[in-house]
């Protein structure tokens, strides 16, 4: 199912790149040294409607489609990727919200994350619970009409600055794996929500990444998203919808590379002449301008075939899935592949950090890992196969 830009997606596209040359480029080593979250740009973001596009109209949002945020995050990502996982989080955190929220529930907090008043955060992985969403350990307990939330989360992306928490936790008693869990909204304020330490990080310095805590944390009966047990199967389905997004950050990381590697080798002398000229760099950005174009491809295909199902859909296709991780998978291993190859371009000097391709091979490394671990993607194409 090949896609095909319409006229408003690549003015979209074209939007977003001037915007991302003129302000987010100069920013992106300042927001890697300082680790600090670049509120400007949230702003930037605010000001061009660019937070939440795919949400519905009903919301304040475009309908836009997956494929739009793809755009948006690919081009952003291409001089910070930090700054690209802005517009992206909005899909994740919200993603069983919107897809099992109560007309309640999304009227108080779609319009807002549309806007960017709000920002959310993704609550699933655990100390104990990483790729095993089915260890979830975090508990839930209805006392009247309230539900206490007890337990642990790690590796929360915006944890700190979010203004709510979409949380998984094991709410039906002595249920097993992945049975049992349900989805909870909680706001930063709730008493019982400890925010811990921020994580030190290799890459996305400027993307917060902490650890939280509920002791005895109370929200009402209402905060329920979806049916009681329904957890897994929204994590999934958002996770689904979302891969794709995880790889045009991904694709975009790999582009920003390959541009940067290109024109330092047309302006690096070495043996009296370019080396651009020499045949072995030829090859080295031959290979990486390709594998860059087939992982854009493959992740435009997925967003493509995701945008004609819509959301309403109680669960993907085995064959949707399998794309969803193909495009994630295979996006993510080219970013490494390719940033790699670019500090080998550069030589020591992009072994430096005065020079972007050092930054963007650390931010490459973890689209392999999160939103599913590149081996998490293979199981998950393995058993559709079979």
Not at 254 to 267: E, N, P, R, S
Not at 349 to 361: A, I, K, L, T
Request: net charge negative; aromatic share 8%.
């Amino acid at each position: 199912m090949p896609y095909e830009l319409t006229d408003e997606q690549v003015m979209l596209r074209n939007t977003v790149r001037r915007l991302a040359n003129e302000k987010i480029a100069p920013r992106a080593s300042e927001i890697d040294r300082t680790g600090e979250y670049p509120y400007d740009i949230l702003q930037l973001f605010r000001e061009n409607d660019l937070m939440a596009v795919n949400f519905p109209p009903e919301y304040g949002g475009q309908g836009a489609g997956i494929i739009s945020v793809c755009i948006i995050v690919e081009e952003v990502a291409r001089v910070d990727a930090s700054c690209s996982i802005i517009p992206a989080n909005a899909e994740l955190s919200f993603g069983p919200l919107l897809l099992a929220g109560t007309e309640e529930q999304k009227k108080k907090y779609l319009p807002r994350v549309v806007t960017g008043e709000i920002i959310g955060a993704f609550c699933l992985t655990e100390p104990e619970a990483g790729s095993d969403a089915g260890a979830i350990s975090t508990r839930a307990v209805k006392q009247g009409n309230e539900w206490v939330i007890n337990g642990r989360k790690c590796f929360t992306t915006n944890g700190g600055i979010a203004d709510v928490y979409t949380v998984f936790a094991r709410s039906v008693p002595d249920s097993k794996g992945i049975k049992g869990l349900s989805v909870f909204m909680v706001e930063k304020d709730t008493p019982g929500l400890i925010i811990g330490k921020r994580e030190n990080k290799m890459g996305l310095r400027g993307s917060p990444t902490t650890e939280e805590f509920f002791e005895d944390c109370r929200v009402p009966l209402d905060n329920l998203v979806g049916n009681e047990g329904d957890g897994f199967r929204l994590a999934m389905l958002t996770l689904d919808r979302t891969r794709p997004v995880i790889g045009a950050q991904a694709v975009g990381i790999a582009q920003g590379a390959c541009d940067y590697a290109l024109q330092y080798a047309k302006q690096r002398v070495q043996f009296g002449q370019p080396i651009a000229k020499f045949q072995g760099i030829q090859w080295k950005l031959a290979e990486m301008f390709t594998l860059t174009e087939a992982a854009r491809q493959l992740v435009y295909r997925a967003a493509t075939v995701l945008d004609r199902l819509g959301p309403a859909i109680d669960r993907f296709p085995p064959e949707v899935s399998m794309l969803s991780a193909q495009c994630k998978l295979f996006a993510s291993e080219v970013a490494m592949r390719v940033t790699t190859e670019a500090v080998q371009v550069l030589g020591g000097y992009g072994y430096m950090r005065d020079y972007p391709v050092e930054r963007m091979m650390r931010d490459a490394k973890v689209t392999q890992i999160y939103e599913g671990t590149s081996e998490i993607q293979k199981i998950v194409i393995a058993r559709a196969l079979v």
